[in-house]
């Protein structure tokens, strides 16, 4: 098959979380599995001067408004990505292929110019919401469908006109049906229910490694666990930490209201509290936010909290390996890749059951979950897990082997995905703005 992937992210060159991730970890397997795919991003001037070497082709469409250091963050985001929509409309009209695959609100709205498109929700926290104006300017006749409590907005446009539409895993389907996760988008979802694929997110199992790593000191696997603490060591010793008590807590995060940061500054507390060691690697574009973890870090000793708040895949690998607990409280989670990356490491992760962190994550199994997104409920949760560190060391290891035998390979989510694109093959018409 031939396959058009169009995304304003792909990990390792333009990555700024997860939607990087999966865009990469997809097409790497749809290439393994003899598909021909292409991946369509903005030439961003940091590509344009360094082109990543891929196993597929990597289309770089350039615009104005992209010749900016960065990928997001900027007041007119939303124009930016809606002239990259129609810009590459165009550029695919003249190419043959079976499917398109759209990722977010940023390439929504190629939906409403060319047939035979899935469209992936990675959060819908984010909408793309736009005068209608820049719709009426980009050629999209405006309608009833098209408008909603929040106006208009780039996400309603694409899960209107999407053949399909897939989200990122099966909790997350079904939570986006209600007005707590689907916000105003809920009762288009509701009426979209036909079309709607929840497909569990998978890891690209190459790049997240620890016996390949290249960022780790010690390589290991399940059959060699001496590697991990080996490696703890090495990285405690870079990073100026001791640790003496408990499991070794991390986070590794944006830090906005989604991931639960409050709820992540008193897990820090806790663990302080009870002589253990934290390490934060979290990013965050808000100088409050930044400001709160800084002064929440000059309470306590350096030699047993670690802050890094910038983003840092060197050190993001590094965490993984050397952490035994990974806390990951959010209020929602579409998916969630830092579960899975935990659990490929060897590191059990404390989650809040939601959303794709339901999925994969099974209590006393392969990790440990609480249901309220309180900082009683997390906290309670984070004393059971010193709890079985401290009393049940054969538990931990058991629940550790879990983890690290799981399969979260991208092989059995590439599958999904490859029966919704079948399906697409037989939709021929469709109603094409130009
Ligand atoms: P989201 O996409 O909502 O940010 P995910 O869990 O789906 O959350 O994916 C997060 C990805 O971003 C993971 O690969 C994680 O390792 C990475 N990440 C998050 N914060 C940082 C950071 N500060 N530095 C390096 N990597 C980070």
Not at 144 to 167: D, F, H, N, P
Not at 324 to 329: C, E, F, N, Y
Request: proline share 6%; aromatic share 10%; charged share 15%.
């Amino acid at each position: 098959m031939r396959i058009i992937h169009v995304a304003a992210e792909l990990a390792p060159c333009a990555k700024v979380g997860g939607l990087g991730d999966v865009v990469q970890g997809l097409a790497h397997e749809l290439v393994r599995q003899g598909h021909d795919v292409e991946v369509i991003l903005p030439a961003y001037p940091h590509l344009i001067d360094k082109p990543p070497s891929l196993p597929f082709t990597l289309t770089l469409l350039p615009h104005p408004l992209f010749q900016r250091p960065h990928i997001y963050g900027y007041d007119d985001d939303v124009q930016r990505f809606a002239h990259f929509s129609s810009l590459a409309a165009k550029h695919i009209a003249s190419q043959s292929y079976d499917v398109i695959h759209l990722h977010d609100w940023h390439t929504a709205l190629i939906a409403a110019y060319l047939p035979r498109t899935i469209l992936t929700l990675h959060n819908l926290a984010y909408m793309g919401t736009c005068d209608p104006l820049l719709l009426q300017e980009l050629g999209i006749t405006l309608d009833s469908t098209l408008q909603g409590s929040e106006g208009y907005s780039l996400l309603r446009v694409g899960i209107v006109k999407a053949t399909q539409i897939t989200t990122v895993s099966p909790t997350y389907a079904c939570e986006i049906l209600t007005s707590d996760y689907g916000y105003s988008l809920c009762e288009l979802l509701q009426r979209s229910q036909y079309k709607l694929h929840g497909i569990l997110n998978g890891l690209d199992t190459d790049y997240w490694n620890p016996a390949t790593d290249p960022y780790l000191p010690v390589p290991y696997d399940a059959t060699h666990l001496d590697g991990k603490y080996q490696s703890q060591r090495h990285i405690l010793q870079e990073l100026g930490l001791i640790h003496e008590k408990g499991p070794l807590v991390a986070a590794i995060t944006r830090l906005v209201w989604q991931k639960g940061p409050d709820l992540i500054a008193a897990a820090i507390e806790k663990t302080l509290l009870e002589g253990g060691t934290f390490m934060l690697l979290g990013s965050t574009a808000d100088a409050v936010t930044e400001a709160t973890f800084y002064a929440l870090r000059e309470r306590f000793p350096t030699n047993r909290l670690h802050m890094t708040l910038h983003f840092d895949e060197a050190l993001a690998h590094k965490i993984y390996a050397a952490a035994d607990l990974l806390i990951i409280p959010s209020r929602f989670e579409p998916c969630g890749l830092t579960q899975l990356i935990a659990m490929r490491y060897g590191t059990l992760p404390l989650v809040r059951h939601t959303g794709g962190l339901a999925d994969t994550v099974q209590p006393g199994t392969n990790g440990f979950t609480f249901e309220a997104p309180d900082i009683h409920a997390c906290l309670s949760t984070l004393q059971e897990a010193f709890t079985t560190w401290d009393q049940a060391t054969t538990i931990w290891k058991e629940m550790q082997r879990h983890a690290l035998t799981a399969d979260y390979s991208w092989q059995r989510s590439a599958h999904a995905y490859l029966t919704v694109y079948s399906g697409l093959k037989t939709y021929l018409t469709h109603d094409i703005v130009h």
